[in-house]
């Protein structure tokens, strides 16, 4: 009794708050449950999942933050995983998995160690530490890169994937996509993924894929009286529509003879012909348009010689701007030659069921795009994913010029160095860098799993090769037991492995340190509140 006062409230009645050990494990709870769905997909030998969206429409796939994206997940702590998967894809591209299964085992052994009457604090601390370590540790593992590297860390992201059958060839494409619009600078080589375009083409084998010096657009021509290919090309690039300008207001014109309608119509084809003309005399033989061209104004486009396409994406065309040195045009009026952009040839080829352009020749900017192709609509999709993983870890590798042994081989390590490490931590701290150094092993273990190894033999195998300072073993999860990964040719780059321990650890100390959650109750109409009242 508070001295015979009532309560005092000061939150909105039906807020929930849970705090103390009861918040914090079921913040551990709804982590892992994150972790564990994606766990099965992990490696060379991991599973996919086909998902479905409250549409209907199904993915299948077997990458991290593609199935973290489609699960319609509400819970706090499980959405902070979620954002580990998105911060490692958008650094790194790949290693979204990995990331996301260290942080739910990180969470896991908190909570023996919570039980063991460690503070969460303490944990932090100790995880804080351990994650500092070992990126040290990592920078020491980590090797060199040549070109032959380069194609065996596309590899390693291609394997395990649908695309993983024709993984030589993929990773052959992305390679040299990559070297292709690599740029050397004071600080290093800079990769701009943008400038590699990536288009699909249901239909037709994976085989088929091809890498094109230059631009496609998933577009025909617009009138078939056009040239089919054009060389030595003059590219206009219009961002405003090719028709009678339609005005704002409903406006109505009465005609009385008929002289006045075929007058009318007279004007409205001068004016068509006259932006046309414009393009011709600003020395253009080819036209690509980001809105709609008028059927009367492609008939004249096609009668001037003039390759044309209409509606281009917007990303298309700064993607064009950039390649030819072409400029942007709102108003034709404005044409002139200078704005117009260069190409060697663009060409209009079948594929599969459809005709795509072809701009190649490029003087500009490198600019490089990679058609690829698949059975099905959700076969080219993940490829695509697949594919662009590939590109990532390749750029990610050739810009920083250290890769590591995959296969779990380097987490083992690391789990082996971190655990000499804490001996000399002593206290409870050091009980926290030990978890850590365990939690590390998820990645060989849950390799192990999916490829149908006993997970607890080939711990036992990797530890004793580690101790024996075997720093490049990893899991076979072909034959069995553990191999040497820079034999087998599994690399990965450094950046892919230091960002995943690096944010799972962050989020799994946001996590622990979590001791009160209050969640306002969703406030219904009738509750007054936020609600403004109805509108009488
Ligand atoms: P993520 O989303 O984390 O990239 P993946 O399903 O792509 O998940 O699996 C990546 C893991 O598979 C990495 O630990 C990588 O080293 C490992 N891996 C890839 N190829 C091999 C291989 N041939 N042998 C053993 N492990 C491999
Ligand atoms: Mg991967």
Do not use: W
Not at 88 to 115: F, M, N, P, W
Not at 372 to 384: A, P
């Amino acid at each position: 009794m508070y001295n015979g006062q009532q309560p005092i409230f000061i939150m909105k009645e039906g807020t929930e708050r849970t705090s103390g050990r009861t918040a914090q494990s079921n913040n551990i709870a709804a982590a892992k449950a994150v972790a564990d769905a994606v766990r099965s997909t992990l490696g060379p030998k991991g599973m996919d999942k086909m998902l479905v969206d409250s549409m209907g429409d199904v993915v299948i796939t077997n990458d991290g933050a593609t199935i973290l994206k489609q699960m319609d997940i509400t819970n706090p702590a499980a959405k902070m995983i979620i954002e580990v998967a998105k911060t490692q894809e958008q650094h790194c591209y790949d290693g979204t998995t990995s990331a996301v299964v260290i942080a739910g085992e990180l969470l896991k052994r908190s909570e023996d160690l919570i039980e063991q009457n460690v503070h969460p604090t303490v944990i932090c601390d100790g995880f804080r530490l351990a994650a500092q370590k070992a990126n040290e540790l990592i920078e020491n593992h980590s090797k060199d890169v040549s070109e032959n590297i380069l194609t065996e860390v596309a590899k390693t992201a291609l394997t395990g994937k649908s695309a993983g059958a024709v993984k030589e060839f993929l990773a052959d494409i992305s390679v040299r996509a990559v070297l292709s619009v690599s740029q050397e600078d004071e600080d290093g080589v800079v990769v701009n993924l943008d400038d590699i375009k990536v288009e699909k083409k249901q239909g037709g084998s994976i085989g088929s894929s091809t890498l094109i010096d230059g631009i496609i657009l998933d577009k025909e021509r617009v009138h078939s009286g056009m040239p089919r290919s054009v060389s030595d090309v003059k590219i206009a690039l219009i961002n405003s529509a090719i028709e009678v300008k339609k005005t704002e207001i409903d406006a109505k014109i009465q005609i009385t003879d008929p002289n006045m309608l075929s007058q009318f119509l007279d004007e409205e084809e001068a004016y068509l012909k006259s932006l046309v003309t414009k393009i011709q005399s600003a020395g253009a033989n080819v036209l690509i348009c980001q809105k709609g061209i008028d059927d009367l104004a492609q008939h004249y486009l096609a009668k001037a010689g003039i390759f044309a396409l209409r509606r281009a994406k917007k990303s298309d065309m700064e993607a064009l701007s950039k390649a030819t040195g072409g400029k942007i045009v709102t108003n034709i009026d404005d044409l002139s030659s200078t704005d117009l952009g260069l190409a060697a040839k663009v060409d209009e080829r079948k594929i599969g069921e459809s005709d795509m352009v072809f701009i190649t020749g490029c003087p500009q900017a490198k600019s490089v795009s990679v058609l690829l192709r698949g059975g099905t609509e959700h076969v080219v999709d993940e490829i695509e994913r697949a594919f662009k993983d590939a590109i990532g870890v390749v750029a990610v590798a050739n810009e920083d010029k250290a890769v590591l042994t995959g296969g779990g081989s380097v987490l083992a390590a690391i789990s082996r160095d971190l655990r000499a490490y804490a001996e000399g931590i002593g206290g409870r701290e050091q009980m926290a860098i030990e978890a850590f150094s365990g939690a590390l092993e998820v990645i060989p273990r849950t390799l192990a799993e999916n490829a149908g190894l006993d997970p607890v033999n080939t711990i036992i195998d990797l530890r004793k090769a580690h101790s024996e300072g075997k720093s490049n073993f990893g899991v076979n999860v072909y034959d069995g037991g553990v191999a040497d990964m820079s034999a087998a040719n599994v690399f990965e780059p450094s950046r892919v492995v230091e960002q995943a321990i690096q944010s799972a650890t962050e989020t799994a100390v946001m996590i622990l340190r979590i001791d009160d959650v209050i969640s306002s109750r969703a406030s219904s109409p009738m509750d007054g509140g936020d609600f403004d009242g109805f509108d009488m």
